[in-house]
T-cell receptor, first 115, second 115 residues
Framework: AQSVTQLDSQVPVFEEAPVELRCNYS??????LFWYVQYPNQGLQLLLKYLSGSTLVKGINGFEAEFNKSQTSFHLRKPSVHIRDTAEYFCAVSGPDTGGFKTIFGAGTRLFVKA | DAGVTQSPTHLIKTRGQQVTLRCSPKSGHDTVSWYQQALGQGPQFIFQ???????QRGNFPDRFSGHQFPNYSSELNVNALLLGDSALYLC??????????????FGPGTRLLVL
């Protein structure tokens, strides 16, 4: 069965430093990959998604992610974080291996940006 | 343009009771998915509704049921509530597209507490 592993439950980082949030998935077949952000007491908002094509995906708020098929990874990066980036980040996967319409989420990574 | 709305925002029930949660999708969207997010975890897919039919279901018991109305709004019903049903229930809407690859727009959620 398809699964998503977010390798870090919490990532503390200083403001203006770069950050990488790691995500691995289990499927060996074609997948669609997503990163969502959840601010306190809010729903999830899509940051970016990979469907096909270029392996480097750019999203909103200066985030980008790289799809690596051989390592089954989809790590999220930002070159310089702000205090307002403090939130919970979820990696997710869907596609034929999940039944088509089901999206499977990782457990989340809490990004804490310190001044 | 109103986004996805959910009601109520908070709910307290006791074990054994039944609950109905409501969701209105974003304008132009005809597909609604429901997720359960337990504290400290990622969202888990309950089911998806399209054209008033349940299109795909996650690993949830029959106590969880739903409905989609002709105006695309949706309800999630949970019978015989258990303490473990305490969670944030998220509704997400999307428009038809690449199966599993659509962008989902999430509501703020309904926080259910079962005592």
């Amino acid at each position: 069965a398809q699964s998503v592993t977010q390798l870090d439950s919490q990532v503390p980082v200083f403001e203006e430093a770069p950050v990488e949030l790691r995500c691995n998935y289990s499927s060996s077949v074609s997948v669609y990959l997503f990163w969502y952000v959840q601010y306190p007491n809010q729903g999830l908002q899509l940051l970016l998604k990979y469907l096909s094509g270029s392996t480097l995906v750019k999203g909103i708020n200066g985030f980008e992610a790289e799809f690596n098929k051989s390592q089954t990874s989809f790590h999220l990066r930002k070159p310089s974080v702000h205090i307002r980036d403090t939130a919970e980040y979820f990696c997710a996967v869907s596609g034929p291996d999940t039944g088509g319409f089901k999206t499977i989420f990782g457990a989340g990574t809490r990004l804490f940006v310190k001044a | 343009d109103a986004g996805v709305t959910q009601s109520p925002t908070h709910l307290i029930k006791t074990r054994g009771q039944q609950v109905t949660l409501r969701c209105s999708p974003k304008s132009g969207h005809d597909t609604v998915s429901w997720y359960q997010q337990a504290l400290g975890q990622g969202p888990q897919f309950i089911f998806q509704y399209y054209e008033e039919e349940e299109r795909q279901r996650g690993n949830f018991p029959d106590r969880f049921s739903g409905h989609q109305f002709p105006n695309y709004s949706s309800e999630l019903n949970v019978n015989a509530l258990l303490l473990g049903d305490s969670a944030l229930y998220l509704c997400a809407s999307s428009r038809p597209g690449l199966a599993g690859g659509e962008t989902q727009y999430f509501g703020p959620g309904t926080r259910l507490l079962v005592l």
